[in-house]
């Protein structure tokens, strides 16, 4: 079965450093998202990307991030000059379609970023 | 399935059991509703969906029940298994949005 797949699994770095989580979605899937969740705490929509553009983004993600689909399979998040609470899992996902409708998305297996 | 911060509301069954899960979604004007399965560790994996024209659809071991007059949602598993143990969220959308709104989230934990 396809999959989404993120990498690295776990990332740990220091306050005020810049990372970059990576991600790469099922091959024919249009829609690309990320999302987060802090320990023990809801899944939260951070961003969509379609058509090489942001479609929407939450009151999260703001200036600090930034996605890009650099090539033709990976999608990236970058955080610029991480916080404490920017520590959590972060997942990629894709859908066939908008959002999902009908099919889900599928999501990967998550990076969790710890910031020290 | 309201929870507030660590403290996940927890649902534990005997295998063999049906499991019945809850969830008030907060959005009166969303199209579409999905339920996934969180494992430890993992991503959330896509049970069973639902559109709003609709109050009830089966998949294999699993309904969900719609009541939009009281934002309702539930998820019926059948002869609940072990590997059933796990975190279940519902998520809700609209169809002018990219975005699922997640609920809180429900432990199964299915005894032996």
């Known amino acids: 079965e396809p999959e989404v797949t993120q990498t690295p699994s776990h990332q740990v770095t220091q306050m005020g450093q810049e990372v970059i989580l990576r991600c790469v979605p099922i091959s024919n899937h249009l829609y690309f998202y990320w999302y987060r969740q802090i320990l023990g705490q809801k899944v939260e929509f951070l961003v969509s990307f379609y058509n090489n553009e942001i479609s929407e983004k939450s009151e999260i993600f703001d200036d600090q991030f930034s996605v890009e689909r650099p090539d033709g399979s990976n999608f990236t998040l970058k955080i610029r000059s991480t916080k404490l609470e920017d520590s959590a899992m972060y997942f990629c996902a894709s859908s066939e379609e908008k959002a999902g409708s009908n099919y889900g998305y599928t999501f990967g297996s998550g990076t969790r970023l710890t910031v020290v | 399935g309201e929870s507030v911060g660590l403290h996940l509301p927890t649902l534990s069954v005997q295998e063999g059991d049906n499991s019945i899960i809850n969830c008030a979604y907060s959005?009166?004007?969303?199209?579409?509703f999905i339920w996934y399965k969180q494992e430890s560790g993992k991503g959330p994996q896509f049970i069973i969906d639902i559109r709003s024209n609709m109050d009830k659809r089966q998949g294999q071991r699993v309904t969900v029940l719609l009541n939009k007059t009281v934002k309702h949602l539930s998820l019926q598993i059948a002869a609940t298994q072990p590997g059933d143990s796990a975190v279940y969220f519902c998520?809700?959308?609209?169809?002018?949005?990219?975005?699922?709104?997640f609920g809180s989230g429900t432990r199964l934990l299915v005894r032996p």
């Open positions: 998520a809700e959308r609209m169809d002018s949005s990219y975005k699922l709104i």
């Open positions: 959005n009166s004007a969303s199209d579409y």
